[in-house]
């Protein structure tokens, strides 16, 4: 087949110089490989981490990087086309990241996979990168804690609160402290460390009775975070958590989803029980369980560069 000459302008008229195209051969144009798989379950989309690691597949043997984050190396895919990245992030925005892989023989590039991950900064980093990015689950740290209580139970032993079993429990009565129904009767527990709570749990034991209601009705959970945090009743120093009026027994739990409290010493302060809600001759308490649950990695630091990697696959 001839060539065919193709200007811009006319032909003749010398305002552009015609080129030629032999229309028999295929025009050469840019080859793009698939994008990258993303195991995006991996990486969190919030973060105080200074840098994720993204973990996918891609061909194995193909080079991997990164833009639209703070900076990117480039990693290889192994054998089985596994790879993770190392990803830095800019601070306190949200981080746009498109992750390409390209054919370190041909040079071909494929199309981006696109993932966003915010960067927010905090003392108490929430969001730990461990193996892969999988946050641990909330651990009742009530279990390792010494507890105490104003007086001994009048029935079962104040460490069965802590054991991590329902079926025992400590029992308190009103006529166990003075003045007698100026009901200020308290159990404290104390952590290991000073700890962010995301939920406390108080499991009562209804059925102890089946005449009088042995479940808190009236209470109030207190915090503190002073060593010696004193004497709940008298002149310590601790926050009111929660204040709870005609409570109804069974299992009470308070939950911290966005705001977590930190607490080195929690408090039960007992008033009324769920029979009378109001001053009698005396008031019970039996309680099985009192637990405290941690947020995972709160007290943990970021991971040096460029650990994020470390175990992922």
């Not at 065919?4 to 080129?19: K, Q, V």
């Not at 946050?135 to 032993?157: F, I, Y």
């Not at 405290?292 to 040096?304: A, E, L, N, R």
Request: aromatic content about 8%; hydrophobic content about 35%; glycine content about 10%.
């Amino acid at each position: 087949m001839a060539a065919f000459a193709l200007g811009a302008g006319c032909l003749g008229d010398g305002t552009d110089p015609p080129s030629t195209h032999d229309l028999s051969r295929p025009m050469d144009g840019p080859v793009q490989l698939a994008a990258p798989n993303i195991e995006r379950g991996s990486i969190p989309t919030i973060t105080c981490q200074g840098e994720v690691g993204v973990i996918g597949s891609t061909q194995p043997g193909f080079n991997v990087y990164a833009t639209g984050g703070a900076s990117s190396g480039i990693t290889t895919a192994n054998s089985s086309g596994r790879f993770c990245l190392p990803v830095s992030l800019n601070r306190d925005q949200l981080n746009t990241i498109n992750v390409y892989a390209t054919d370190p023989q041909t040079g071909h590039l494929s199309a981006p996979a696109t993932l966003d991950v915010t960067h927010r900064s905090s003392s108490d980093c929430q969001t730990p990168i461990l193996d892969g990015g999988v946050a641990p689950d909330p651990e009742n740290v009530a279990l390792e804690a010494e507890v105490t209580s104003m007086e001994p139970p009048k029935t079962g032993m104040v460490s069965a609160l802590n054991d991590g079993n329902p079926s025992t429990f400590a029992l308190w009565e009103s006529d166990q402290w003075v003045p007698f129904l100026a009901y200020d009767g308290w159990v404290k527990l104390t952590l290991k460390k000073p700890t962010a709570i995301s939920k406390i749990i108080l499991r009562w034991r209804d059925n102890y009775s089946s005449v009088e209601k042995y479940f808190g009705a009236d209470y109030k959970i207190m915090v503190s975070l002073t060593a010696d945090a004193g004497d709940p009743q008298d002149g310590g120093v601790w926050t009111t958590l929660k204040t709870v009026k005609a409570g109804d027994g069974g299992e009470d739990a308070l939950e911290y989803r966005d705001n977590q409290p930190m607490a080195l010493h929690i408090a039960l302060w007992l008033q009324f029980d769920g029979e009378t809600g109001v001053t009698s001759y005396d008031e019970l308490f039996a309680l099985a369980e009192f637990e405290v649950y941690d947020t995972p990695g709160s007290t943990s630091q970021p991971p040096p560069t460029p650990g994020v990697c470390a175990g992922a696959f």
